[in-house]
């Protein structure tokens, strides 16, 4: 899916590999500059950083990730642990809340509201209630959630319960999120999902039943086996719940999964998924057959039900360059324009940050320029780009600072310019993440593996 190193990533040399067949490696773009390039030797200045006074007009967002999960999926790239029993968790919590106390106390948080919290994974519903009642609880004395917008959630079907849904809603979680992935009993299976076809049902019917405000599904085109006629059901079963919002990945096939693994033993260059057009082309069914029922696509993976009512701040603030203090192991965090992450060992995460260090692995401080590239990157995500607040913002207008870029794009029949806006067509949205890279820095090209 690389050009040579040496030439710029233009976007008809992107173009040119973007219908293979799937090898390992990352296609999603997270974040900008590449990680590749946040280094361990920048990671003692993040205590300096937060000693600064505070800006305390940059909304303000807060993570805690969940590492446990019930069992690990084939196709996951995370670090999560299936065999911490209830002391192992407890201590884990016990550090994780000793970590945001540093950051609640230090004079560039301390004072400031958080906007938005994500509990991710990993498997956040993992927790019992009672580790759900006693973590949320403190961290609302840490930092007090009466001005939080949106309390997200990540659930694993197979581990709600109605007395933990209950719970979920009296904490203050606004938006739950599905991990479907898929509705056959087979490809959930072959796939290593924890969870079973008859529990996405359950889990769903309760959840409605509390009333959470917002209930995401999430959907993966191009699981192991899957097939044109099983993700047409996919949809259908989808349209038929009416969940709030619909996020759907392509599958990737990372070096870290159990599926590289195997295709490693094998000696195979091709992961066994279908190709990248294939998925395109799933996800693009997907998002017709939503559409028809109403819903409107919001990014390049997202469909909502009623985009006046169905905000996802997390997303949407901190691709705006918001700051997240991310609390827990391998966590990401942005704060004052410095990109951050935590160790990614839960043993060395625990002990650093009992002995009362921070337990930063890795960092990067941004310059103008890459915040700039990063929020209009993040942004084209969403398929419409406001030149205006590249303006306000940053003082240029993306369309002549990236004027090859786009003129390419607008030649190809990818984007058009509408009054102050940049559109991305839906084909140019469905291969968004493969596009971006011509928006990146000549050195942070060719980095999109590491
Ligand atoms: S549930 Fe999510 S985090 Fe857990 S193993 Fe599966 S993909 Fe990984």
């Not at 033993?265 to 082309?281: C, D, I, M, Q, Y």
């Not at 799933?282 to 905000?311: C, H, I, N």
């Not at 060992?345 to 009992?354: A, H, M, N, P, Q």
């Amino acid at each position: 899916m690389s050009s040579s190193p040496e030439a710029p990533e233009t976007i008809e040399r992107l173009l040119d590999h973007d219908d293979d067949e799937t090898t390992a490696g990352n296609y999603f773009v997270a974040n900008y500059p590449p990680f590749h390039f946040w280094s361990a030797g920048n990671a003692k200045y993040v205590g300096e950083l937060i000693s600064k006074p505070s800006p305390k007009e940059t909304p303000l967002g807060v993570y805690f990730h969940i590492p446990f999960c019930r069992k690990r999926c084939h196709f996951c790239y995370f670090r999560v642990y299936t065999d911490k029993n209830a002391g192992e968790i407890a201590r884990y919590l016990d550090a994780g809340m000793k970590e945001l106390e540093v950051y609640a106390r230090s004079p560039f948080i301390n004072g400031r509201k958080p906007r938005f919290i994500y509990f991710g994974g990993g498997t956040p519903s993992y927790l019992s209630v009672n580790q759900l009642r006693s973590v949320t609880d403190r961290m609302k004395e840490l930092l007090p959630w009466d001005e939080a917008e949106e309390v997200a959630f990540e659930a694993e079907p197979g581990t709600l319960t109605e007395q933990k849904l209950t719970a979920l809603k009296e904490i203050g979680v606004t938006r739950l999120s599905l991990g479907v992935e898929n509705f056959d009993a087979h490809i959930l299976e072959i796939n290593g999902r924890a969870h079973r076809r008859d529990e996405i049902f359950r889990a769903y019917n309760f959840a409605r039943s509390v009333g959470f405000p917002q209930i995401n599904i999430d959907l993966i085109a191009g699981m192991l086996e899957e097939t044109d006629e099983n993700w047409r059901e996919n949809v259908r079963q989808t349209v038929e719940l009416q969940p709030d919002s619909v996020t759907i990945y392509q599958m990737e096939v990372p070096y870290n999964t159990g599926i590289y693994k195997t295709m490693k033993t094998e000696g195979k260059l091709a992961a066994p998924v279908a190709t990248w057009k294939h998925k395109r082309a799933w996800v693009d069914e997907a998002f017709a057959e939503l559409e028809k029922a109403g819903y409107t696509v919001t990014s390049g993976y997202t469909a909502v039900r009623d985009p006046q009512k169905t905000k996802f701040l997390y997303r949407d603030e901190l691709w705006k360059g918001a700051d997240l203090v991310g609390a827990g192991v391998s966590s990401f965090s942005h704060i004052g324009g410095v990109h951050f992450q935590n160790l990614a060992d839960i043993g060395e995460y625990i002990e650093t940050v009992e002995r009362g260090e921070m337990p930063v692995s890795r960092a990067m401080a941004t310059t103008p320029e890459e915040r700039m590239i990063r929020e209009l990157i993040l942004q084209f995500k969403l398929g419409r780009v406001g030149r205006a607040y590249f303006r306000e913002k940053f003082g240029l207008d993306p369309v002549e600072r990236f004027s090859q870029q786009i003129d390419d794009m607008q030649r190809r029949g990818l984007a058009t310019l509408e009054g102050d806006w940049i559109v991305l067509s839906r084909a140019a949205l469905l291969k968004v993440d493969t596009l971006l890279h011509a928006f990146f820095l000549p050195e942070h090209q060719h980095a999109r593996y590491t």
